[in-house]
């Protein structure tokens, strides 16, 4: 009985597999997770530790690269699955696809080894067949490892090196004859289009056939390729006769289609490329397809980027691979959805940084139309004397072509992104270690990729890049520029790119990274760089994108970043987050995404930037005034714009650059703004609702109603706390009515308006991270009643230990000497805090808070006064809250 269910299941099984050519299916569900540094397999195995159950995709750093403050793991992690494989397995061939695992990666079948893969971000397959077993429990076992490993690029870089098998892994099989599978995680069928015109483009096509059977067999490679409508264009048979264990080459050329319908962003039209082996009898044996784009392209030194004949500005971002509280380990879906949202935002281009990423991306790309450079991680620095840090190098270049070859949305291939920063190299000999390791990897680039252009993204020292070569070496010159947020004047970009041209003026060049920090909690009507204000943010890349937009030269640009992203050695707003993104790590749009949006999109268009900062507060100027004016930004591709407040019409404007600033009045509560312009007879409008909270002027004007202020001392941005649902107000002098500081400074570190410290016992960074200095006293002319009133400090002295990270070291970043201070606070006249010595009381870079409860009488109001007694009294944060 029990044998006529078996071949009755098996019959099933082998059905199927006479169907189709190959299966492909995920392995992602059910598996046992476990760190341990254990020495290998058995010792691992015998740890017996606590096994999690985990599916895939799946980031071990996923939590502690965003909360543990020291860091994040580095080391090795097991995963183990158990799988069975029936009698319909006989005969085939059976693989294991890893579309990545950071960093090193080994599979184990049955407790004998697989495969070993190095790279955290290649693709790559191995075979199982002859380790599995069938009709029986199969144990697979993968060991990950992420820690530092100096023969594995990258070295170095801000981004995380977040470790896991965090892409999908699939589980593959074939019939015995079939496309080759273990080449650097291709298919084996290699698409190139030698010739495309608007009158005819030709197809070439190169296959590699395996035979794993034990006989000599004859059988045909067929091609087709059909268009988007599904209709046959192009087809091509090649007969082929394949001894067994042979790696077959074969190649078919001439698969011609007339009057192609050409791929371009604004027409991302897309033909399929299907690829078949069947047997003599016509039986299906293995299958793949491919995506074709007809195009054709240069880099013209003078005219930039030319697509089919026609110039193209390129405008887009750079990418990194992260989603909070998810590290690496994104679905397909919030792959694509970031490629959706960058060509709704009208960009054109993509730079995939800084190494390959997940497959879902360029199908995305591919069919969205993104024109997209895509690298190997070589970041900051060489091991100059490792081999095996050359040949991790050179396969990581040989993987990163052969597994997107077939894209057509690819169009250049990079490597080496700053590679004499912070390490620059004084002696001419290390100067050519690396060049000859770029020449290496520029010519594997070409001898694989004969179609496609070659880039190195460099920054800032000139003479440096041009002295290694790595400026004449690729056929673009990437330029990665900071001037206006690390470097001092925004015009400082111009500067540099208009002597580049001058100098090289036969180079192609592109601006593979530009940005600025900005958090959507911080807001500023006296922006400044450093500050992490959205509205620095703003005035930056309004800067640059009207010069980039003014030099044709330029072929292309790329926003650093898209999207907010982890970064553990650095101190932003958000601390170990890097937050020049357009967007948050959880994908909430910054203002400065529309501002790109006006400038890209071709349709009619008015955006409230500021839309998400819809709860403001601010203070009436005078005694006779129920509101209070505060800029609102909206961005535009309209001529004119008519902002209406409550309905009714505000002002009619021009936009300049894209642009038009209105001096809105916001009343107390609910106020709707509504942008409104007319293109081409179609009325297009954009809304938004801000909560205003109004202080009147004076304090005191409705002693029955008010309810309480938040400063953010010492600070020139204001500081939405999202928990509290509270505004911190950017500070001012005192005067009389209203609140203020009577005297002292701003703390600056350097050029810095705040510190780049992360702060102990606190997740608002912002708010700690400025400070007033030597205050003299905060004035509240509140009306009479009792208050809470809560003051913050935090030691921001001594930064001398702040990390030595090319991250955070600017010309500033170590500013500051240990202090000594020690100082009282007096709330109307009693003392509340006697001898206050944050450092020796509580440590540097750790939020204090204090809270007291004041009556507030005869109309005196809130005086809170600090002096000294040794060095000057700060304060970072105060807030008064009427509780009666
Ligand atoms: C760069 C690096 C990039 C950093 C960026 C930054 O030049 O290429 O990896 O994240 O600067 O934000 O400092």
């Known amino acids: 009985m029990r044998l006529i269910l078996f071949l009755i299941f098996s019959f099933f099984s082998i059905a199927v597999f006479a169907q189709s050519s190959r299966i492909v299916q995920t392995l992602n569900a059910g598996w046992k997770f476990h760190k341990s540094n254990a020495a290998g397999l058995q010792e691992m195995l015998r740890e017996k530790e606590d096994w999690q159950q985990v599916n895939l995709p799946h980031c071990f750093n996923a939590e502690d690269g965003e909360d543990e403050k020291y860091g994040y793991y580095r080391g090795s992690a097991w995963y183990l699955k158990e799988i069975s494989f029936d009698s319909t397995y006989l005969n085939h061939r059976i693989f294991v696809y890893f579309e990545a695992a950071n960093q090193v990666c080994e599979l184990f079948v049955n407790g004998i080894a697989a495969g070993k893969h190095i790279g955290g971000y290649g693709s790559f397959c191995f075979e199982i067949t002859s380790l599995i077993r069938l009709g029986e429990k199969n144990v697979l076992t993968v060991q990950v490892d992420n820690r530092h490993n100096e023969d594995i690029p990258p070295l170095d870089a801000d981004f995380s090196f977040m470790g896991g098998i965090y892409r999908d892994v699939y589980l593959i099989t074939t019939n015995t004859v079939h496309f080759d599978l273990l080449n650097n995680g291709s298919n084996g069928?290699?698409?190139?289009?030698?010739?495309?015109?608007?009158?005819?483009?030709?197809?070439?096509?190169?296959?590699?056939?395996?035979n794993d059977g034990t006989t000599k067999q004859k059988i045909f490679l067929h091609t087709r390729i059909t268009n988007a409508g599904g209709k046959m264009v192009a087809t091509k048979s090649t007969a082929v006769t394949i001894l067994p264990d042979q790696l077959f080459q074969a190649e078919q050329n001439g698969l011609s289609i007339p009057t192609p319908h050409l791929w371009s962003p604004d027409s991302p039209y897309l033909y399929t490329v299907t690829t078949e082996i069947t047997d003599s009898n016509g039986r299906l044996i293995d299958q793949v397809s491919h995506p074709l784009g007809l195009r054709w392209y240069t880099f013209d030194a003078a005219k930039g980027f030319i697509l089919n004949g026609k110039p193209l500005k390129l405008i887009g971002v750079n990418r990194h691979q992260f989603y909070t509280h998810q590290g690496f380990a994104l679905s397909n879906e919030q792959h694509v959805h970031d490629i959706e949202l960058l060509k709704q935002m009208g960009g054109n281009c993509i730079r995939i940084a800084h190494y390959q990423q997940d497959p879902a991306i360029l199908e995305a790309c591919d069919r969205l139309g993104i024109i997209a450079t895509e690298e190997i991680p070589i970041v900051n620095y060489i091991h100059e004397n490792s081999k095996d840090f050359r040949t991790n190098c050179l396969n990581m270049a040989v993987e990163l072509v052969r597994r997107d070859y077939n894209h057509p949305s690819i169009f250049v291939w990079a490597y080496m992104n700053e590679m004499l920063n912070n390490n620059k190299p004084k002696k001419p000999e290390n100067m050519r270690l690396l060049n000859r390791l770029a020449v290496s990897i520029d010519s594997i680039l070409h001898v694989e990729d004969k179609n496609r252009f070659t880039m190195i993204p460099n920054a800032e020292w000139f003479e440096g890049y041009r002295d290694a070569g790595l400026i004449d070496l690729p056929q673009i010159c990437g330029w990665n520029i900071y001037e206006g947020w690390y470097g001092e004047k925004l015009s400082d970009f111009e500067r540099f790119m208009d002597n580049f041209h001058k100098q090289y003026p036969d180079k192609p060049v592109m601006i593979t990274e530009y940005g600025a920090g900005a958090d959507p909690r911080v807001r500023s009507f006296a922006p400044e760089r450093f500050d992490f204000s959205m509205e620095y943010q703003n005035i930056y890349h309004e800067?640059?994108?009207?010069?980039?937009?003014e030099r044709p030269f330029i072929a292309g640009a790329f926003v650093w970043a898209f999207v907010d992203f982890y970064a553990e050695p650095r101190v932003d707003a958000t601390p170990h987050v890097n937050n020049k993104g357009l967007l948050t790590?959880?994908?909430?749009?910054?203002?400065?995404?529309?501002?790109?949006?006006?400038?890209?999109?071709k349709t009619p268009l008015v955006s409230i930037a500021s839309k998400g900062w819809a709860q403001r507060e601010g203070c009436a100027a005078r005694t006779d005034e129920n509101f209070c004016k505060q800029p609102v930004t909206i961005y535009s591709n309209q001529q004119e714009i008519e902002l209406f407040l409550q309905g009714q019409l505000l002002e009619k404007k021009s936009v300049v650059d894209h642009k038009a600033v209105f001096e809105v009045p916001f009343t107390n509560g609910s106020n709707l703004l509504e942008a409104v312009c007319t293109a081409g007879g179609n009325v297009i409008k954009d809304a938004a609702t801000i909560q205003f909270r109004l202080w009147d002027f004076p304090l005191s004007k409705h002693p029955?109603?008010?309810?309480?202020?938040?400063?953010?001392?010492?600070?020139?941005?204001?500081?939405?706390?999202?928990?509290?649902?509270?505004?911190w107000l950017a500070d001012q002098e005192y005067s009389k009515g209203s609140w203020g500081y009577t005297s002292g400074k701003r703390y600056r570190a350097g050029s810095r308006p705040a510190s780049q410290r992360e702060i102990g016992c606190t997740q608002d960074e912002p708010l700690f991270q400025t400070q007033q200095t030597d205050p003299g006293s905060y004035r509240f002319d509140v009306p009479d009643g009792q208050y809470e009133v809560s003051l913050y400090f935090a030691e921001l002295l001594s930064e001398a230990q702040m990390q030595k990270s090319l991250y955070n070291l600017s010309a500033d970043a170590t500013v500051g000497k240990a202090v000594k201070r020690i100082f009282n606070v007096d709330i109307n006249g009693s003392r509340f805090?006697?001898?206050?010595?944050?450092?020796?009381?509580?440590?540097?870079?750790?939020?204090?808070?204090?809270?007291y409860i004041i009556d507030v009488r005869d109309g005196r109001g809130i005086e809170i006064k600090f002096s000294a007694l040794a060095g000057v009294p700060v304060i970072n944060a105060l807030s008064v809250v009427r509780i009666k």
Do not use: W
């Not at 290699?190 to 296959?207: N, S």
């Open 543 to 549: 800067h640059y994108l009207k010069a980039i937009m």
């Open 189 to 210: 069928v290699f698409i190139e289009t030698p010739i495309v015109t608007e009158q005819a483009a030709t197809c070439r096509l190169r296959a590699t056939i395996k």
């Open 833 to 851: 805090l006697r001898q206050l010595n944050l450092k020796e009381q509580f440590g540097e870079a750790v939020a204090v808070p204090f809270k």
């Open 704 to 727: 029955e109603s008010f309810p309480a202020i938040h400063v953010n001392a010492g600070s020139n941005y204001s500081y939405y706390d999202e928990k509290n649902q509270c505004t």
């Open 585 to 601: 790590l959880d994908r909430k749009l910054k203002d400065c995404y529309f501002l790109y949006q006006a400038y890209l999109q």
